[in-house]
């Protein structure tokens, strides 16, 4: 019962304080900038691509597929700078030193990146709904659930990237590449049939794909039952990447003691 | 004073390229990002009946352009703020504006490279037998866009030294440009409002008579002269709009004494 407690408070203090301390968004004019204006031309750009691809009735399948895309901005960005500017701040090694539980801590960095997340996918599709996405019909509890799905197993992958804040400054870099990647990857603006086999196979391996594919069926009315097979795999996917997160962070932390590197610029 | 002023021009743009050149940040924006944009954008264009290849290739090079002035020039100033150097650098005898200068060369100069790296990594990628139907005209024409995009880097540069709070606005500035410059797509999908904006955005010309001279076979070469003077005003409006920017700067820095980090 004491470990409990103490967990859900290292949960919490955890949680609170990389959001209020280390994400760069929470000024009212900054999150506007990042969060509101950016992914709507984000979404904008990507849509009247696709729309110059294959026609304005094709609207629907990108406006929602770019929106879901947004959890990436939480789930890679957020979460990664949640465990890179530690080392930013100087506080990387404090907090290696801390003899807190690594798990609970990095969860509670995730906390609020995946409340954020919902939030600025919702404000993505609410910005497609006012450039003409019809939702009417739509499963909106569904959609919903997935939206939140989606940003758990996009916040894992995160978690899996921030490990990298333990050896390289080059965060940014993979961040960037990895966002672009998933644009590619995930069936955002390519459908199945217009990907090869090998995009395919890649787009199936990374979070994301399953939930922007629920989320299309969703729109059009279907009922939760018949996305749940989507919905369990985004999980499953989001797990794994979880836990290779938490088991990379763990070795990496390890090298980055014996190299010294914690602190290094 | 001239050959002073080339002299500092030259050692700010060589500095300012060696401290760029090994930036991870500018690496992506420069090499991989339009590499991403034009493989996304050729597998979502290519089941088109009038897909060109080299169109979409010169679109996405651009928007490596346009990422690069965007982000590099917002920081030129601002670099220097976080360091600390600004006050000596305002305090020498030579003009401000002539090391921006510099080191916006040294920025186009390094976003000049998505177009060099688009075209042989789109031809190698996907096979593609990229053609340039006008070569030379295409050629005078990046002449053009280097002017350009000069121009608008010093314009983005002074403007957001000028407004520290705009900085946090460059992600959202990012891709409007791509838009309503119709890099990748006409802007006749647009709504008809907005034509006019792009109207005064010199890259908005500069992605048209790229395209118009890398695609099309019969073009009327008065059009493609024409383009270019719209582009030259362009930039000389952008030239006229900086130089009054970094005298407000310089102006409003020495009497609010706000030159150091804020």
């Given at each position: 019962m004491k470990n409990l407690v103490a967990s859900t408070r290292i949960f919490l203090s955890s949680a609170w304080l990389s959001y209020v301390a280390l994400l760069y968004w929470t000024q009212p004019i900054t999150y506007l900038a990042s969060h509101v204006a950016a992914p709507f031309t984000y979404i904008l750009f990507f849509s009247y691509l696709g729309i110059s691809a294959t026609g304005s009735d094709t609207a629907k399948f990108y406006l929602i597929g770019n929106a879901l895309h947004l959890c990436s901005l939480n789930g890679i960005y957020g979460v990664t700078m949640a465990i890179g500017n530690e080392r930013d701040a100087g506080t990387l090694v404090y907090l290696v030193a801390s003899p807190s539980n690594r798990l609970i801590v990095f969860l509670g960095r995730t906390f609020f990146n995946i409340i954020d997340g919902v939030i600025t996918v919702s404000l993505g599709l609410a910005w497609s709904m006012f450039l003409g996405l019809d939702l009417t019909g739509a499963n909106w509890s569904g959609i919903f659930l997935t939206i939140l799905i989606t940003t758990i197993s996009t916040c894992g992958l995160g978690l899996l990237l921030g490990s990298v804040s333990f050896l390289s400054l080059n965060v940014l870099f993979v961040n960037n590449t990895v966002f672009f990647l998933l644009l590619l990857f995930s069936g955002a603006n390519l459908p199945a049939d217009s990907m090869p086999t090998w995009m395919q196979a890649v787009g199936s391996l990374l979070p994301l794909t399953r939930g922007i594919k629920a989320t299309r069926l969703l729109a059009d009315g279907a009922q939760i039952n018949e996305v749940l097979p989507l919905l369990f795999g985004e999980m499953a996917v989001g797990a794994i990447y979880g836990i290779a997160g938490y088991a990379v962070i763990h070795s990496l932390e390890n090298i980055a003691r014996k190299r010294g590197s914690l602190d290094a610029y | 004073m001239i050959k002073a002023n080339l002299r500092v021009i030259y050692i700010a743009m060589i500095f300012h390229l060696k401290q760029i050149a090994v930036d991870s940040f500018v690496i992506f924006t420069v090499i991989v990002q339009p590499l991403l944009v034009a493989t996304l954008a050729i597998y979502m264009l290519r089941r088109n009946t009038d897909f060109e290849a080299i169109y979409v290739i010169i679109g996405s090079a651009l928007t490596g352009l346009w990422s690069g002035t965007l982000f590099f020039s917002s920081s030129n100033i601002n670099f220097e703020r976080r360091a600390g150097t600004l006050e000596l650098i305002v305090a020498?005898?030579?003009?401000l504006a002539m090391v921006v200068l510099g080191k916006t060369l040294a920025n186009t100069g390094m976003s000049l490279g998505s177009i060099l790296i688009s075209y042989p990594m789109a031809a190698l990628l996907f096979g593609f037998h990229l053609k340039i139907v006008n070569p030379v005209l295409f050629f005078i024409s990046t002449l053009f866009a280097i002017l350009s995009f000069i121009s608008l880097s010093l314009l983005v540069s002074s403007f957001m030294s000028v407004s520290l709070g705009a900085r946090v606005w460059e992600n959202a500035l990012e891709f409007p440009m791509y838009i309503l410059s119709g890099f990748m797509f006409p802007i006749t999908l647009l709504p008809i409002w907005v034509t006019p904006l792009s109207y005064v955005l010199a890259p908005f010309w500069v992605a048209r008579v790229l395209h118009m001279t890398a695609v099309h076979n019969t073009i009327s070469q008065l059009e493609v002269v024409r383009i270019w003077g719209y582009i030259f005003v362009l930039a000389l409006i952008y030239c006229f709009i900086s130089a009054w920017l970094f005298k407000v700067l310089l102006k409003k820095a020495r009497a609010e004494s706000t030159l150091g980090y804020q």
């Open positions: - | 020498s005898p030579t003009h």
